[in-house]
Nanobody, 117 residues
Framework: QVRLEESGGGLVQTAGSLRLSCAAS????????MGWYRQPPGKLRDLVAA???????NYGDSVKGRFTISRDNAKNTVYLQMNNLRPEDTAIYYC???????????WGQGTPVTVSS
């Protein structure tokens, strides 16, 4: 199976920064994309950012200009640099991985990010 190991979440003050990491392991010969969704309390899960193995990126509107996703293909790891954090960024952040040969994504357990004011 595919396993996703997330790290870097925690508590940060408004306007602070955090860097999330997600390392994928397992059967990854057809890895196509990785990234994060997030789910704020009481709300639906929304796209944060995604990146393909070629380096193409996609961001949710609310994080454009503040968050940057990057990857290290050799490590099958993606990073999310989160700057200028706001209380509304508070959510559980879920890493996902998408394979070209599998229908449906693989998901991590989620890591909480709390932005205090």
């Amino acid at each position: 199976q595919v396993r996703l190991e997330e790290s870097g979440g925690g508590l940060v003050q408004t306007a602070g920064s955090l860097r999330l990491s997600c390392a994928a392991s397992g059967d990854l010969f057809s890895l196509k994309a990785m990234g994060w969704y997030r789910q704020p309390p009481g709300k639906l899960r929304d796209l944060v950012a995604a990146i393909t193995t070629e380096g193409n990126t996609n961001y949710g509107d609310s994080v454009k200009g503040r968050f940057t996703i990057s990857r290290d293909n050799a490590k099958n790891t993606v990073y999310l640099q989160m700057n200028n954090l706001r209380p509304e960024d508070t959510a559980i952040y879920y890493c996902f991985a998408r394979l070209a040969t599998v229908i449906g994504d693989f998901w991590g357990q989620g890591t909480p990010v709390t932005v205090s004011s």
